[in-house]
């Protein structure tokens, strides 16, 4: 139940900055929500081990209900008030039933795979029937309208590969820091906050040289760079002290950074006006299977290796592929009738 309304937060805060804006403006907000998302994602796992070491696992819990009841208040003084909610029809219930078994077959074909053995993958074929029913399904137009409309694909393509990049880094590096370096869980949580610590300033920067420069030229830039760091990373040698890694991760982090933001606002500068609800829940969508995807594929490389630490080194090698392929998408993606990287004019009302 928490996944599901945190999707729909997840899908609606770009949509919200893009409409309420000024156009000029559009990549220092997007900027600023596509750090903060992924900061509390990389950063909560490890200050929650920091809590659990000194307080309990209960905690994690009784820490999360002030900050939803923040989040409450804000909510209600920020935003304006809408109609009411209406029950979802049986149309919308249908597509999330097929949607669901989709998602259910091709994560429990990578879970299988990385806990048991890589012939699990092929679960994952279970998946293709719900998507064919799914595509002739007519909730599926307003999708298959995003993903046709040039220059979208490629950005879309971008958040799952720099998502699934990040999670990788931070659950790879997490286990080598403990496993092979043989540092504390608080000692690797501190090292891995140099990932955020990256990420975070990089996308508020990334925001300026969006709206003073390019996009698209934001976004292959951030692609390099955090392909750079993670050809660093990729030894994972367990001789390196806690800082010898935390420059590392700082590098790769700000390569996300400056990536993330720049994506998102492409897809949500580039889809038509009326698709802009659905540009939200695609980058979304592309975001979360990213931080689902990349433990399962990482552990499946690591098996093979029986564990050992050659596994992690050897898991590192798709990662830094996944930031070459995101720079790839971007290299082929072209909008239709405007200038590269440039936002289109969008609607600077607040309404739905």
Same mark, same amino acid.
């Given at each position: 139940?928490?996944?599901?309304?945190?999707?729909?937060?997840?899908? &609606?805060?770009?949509?919200?900055?893009?409409?309420?804006?000024?156009?000029?403006?559009? =990549?220092?907000?997007?900027?600023?929500?596509?750090?903060?998302?992924?900061?509390?994602?990389?950063?909560?796992?490890?200050?929650?081990?920091?809590?659990?070491?000194?307080? =309990?696992?209960?905690?994690?819990?009784?820490?999360?209900?002030?900050?939803?009841?923040?989040?409450?208040?804000?909510?209600?003084?920020?935003?304006?008030?809408?109609?009411?909610?209406?029950?979802?029809?049986?149309?919308?219930?249908?597509?999330?039933?097929?949607?669901?078994?989709?998602?259910?077959?091709?994560?429990?074909?990578?879970?299988?795979?990385?806990?048991?053995?890589?012939?699990?993958?092929?679960?994952?074929?279970?998946?293709?029937?719900?998507?064919?029913?799914?595509?002739?399904?007519?909730?599926?137009?307003?999708?298959?309208?995003?993903?046709?409309?040039?220059?979208?694909?490629?950005?879309?393509?971008?958040?799952?590969?720099?998502?699934?990049?990040?999670?990788?880094?931070?659950?790879?590096?997490?286990?080598? &820091?403990?496993?092979?370096?043989?540092?504390?869980?608080?000692?690797?949580?501190?090292?891995?906050?140099?990932?955020?610590?990256?990420?975070?300033?990089?996308?508020?920067?990334?925001?300026?040289?969006?709206?003073?420069?390019?996009?698209?030229?934001?976004?292959?830039?951030?692609?390099?760079?955090?392909?750079?760091?993670?050809?660093?990373?990729?030894?994972?040698?367990?001789?390196?002290?806690?800082?010898?890694?935390?420059?590392?991760?700082?590098?790769?982090?700000?390569?996300?950074?400056?990536?993330?933001?720049?994506?998102?606002?492409?897809?949500?500068?580039?889809?038509?006006?009326?698709? &802009?609800?659905?540009?939200?829940?695609?980058?979304?969508?592309?975001?979360?299977?990213?931080?689902?995807?990349?433990?399962?594929?990482?552990?499946?490389?690591?098996?093979?290796? =029986?564990?050992?630490?050659?596994?992690?080194?050897?898991?590192? &090698?798709?990662?830094?592929?996944?930031?070459?392929?995101?720079?790839?998408?971007?290299?082929?993606?072209?909008?239709?009738?405007?200038?590269?990287?440039?936002?289109?004019?969008?609607?600077?009302?607040?309404?739905?």
């Amino acid at each position: 139940m928490q996944g599901t309304f945190a999707g729909i937060l997840f899908a &609606l805060g770009p949509m919200i900055a893009t409409r309420v804006v000024r156009p000029e403006a559009h =990549g220092r907000a997007v900027g600023v929500i596509t750090s903060l998302g992924p900061l509390g994602a990389v950063s909560g796992p490890v200050l929650s081990g920091l809590i659990v070491d000194g307080l =309990g696992w209960p905690w994690i819990f009784y820490l999360n209900l002030p900050v939803c009841l923040a989040v409450i208040l804000i909510a209600r003084a920020g935003l304006s008030p809408d109609g009411p909610l209406a029950a979802p029809g049986r149309a919308l219930l249908a597509e999330a039933a097929v949607l669901g078994a989709a998602l259910v077959a091709g994560m429990l074909a990578l879970s299988l795979a990385a806990g048991r053995h890589p012939a699990w993958l092929l679960l994952a074929l279970a998946a293709v029937p719900p998507l064919i029913v799914w595509a002739r399904m007519a909730g599926s137009r307003g999708t298959r309208a995003l993903v046709r409309t040039p220059g979208v694909g490629g950005p879309l393509a971008t958040v799952l590969l720099i998502s699934m990049a990040a999670a990788a880094v931070d659950f790879t590096v997490s286990f080598h &820091l403990q496993r092979v370096a043989g540092l504390s869980p608080s000692a690797a949580g501190m090292t891995l906050l140099a990932f955020p610590a990256g990420m975070v300033p990089a996308g508020l920067v990334a925001g300026l040289l969006v709206d003073r420069w390019s996009a698209a030229g934001t976004a292959r830039l951030g692609t390099l760079v955090l392909a750079t760091g993670l050809a660093l990373l990729a030894p994972l040698d367990a001789t390196w002290s806690p800082a010898e890694a935390a420059w590392r991760l700082a590098l790769a982090g700000c390569g996300v950074g400056l990536t993330n933001g720049p994506a998102v606002t492409l897809v949500m500068t580039r889809a038509a006006k009326d698709l &802009l609800g659905t540009a939200g829940a695609a980058q979304s969508l592309a975001r979360q299977l990213g931080f689902a995807i990349a433990p399962a594929l990482v552990t499946t490389v690591w098996t093979t290796y =029986g564990y050992a630490p050659a596994g992690l080194r050897a898991a590192m &090698l798709p990662v830094t592929a996944a930031a070459l392929l995101a720079l790839a998408a971007l290299l082929r993606s072209r909008p239709a009738r405007k200038a590269e990287g440039e936002p289109s004019a969008q609607p600077t009302t607040a309404g739905t």
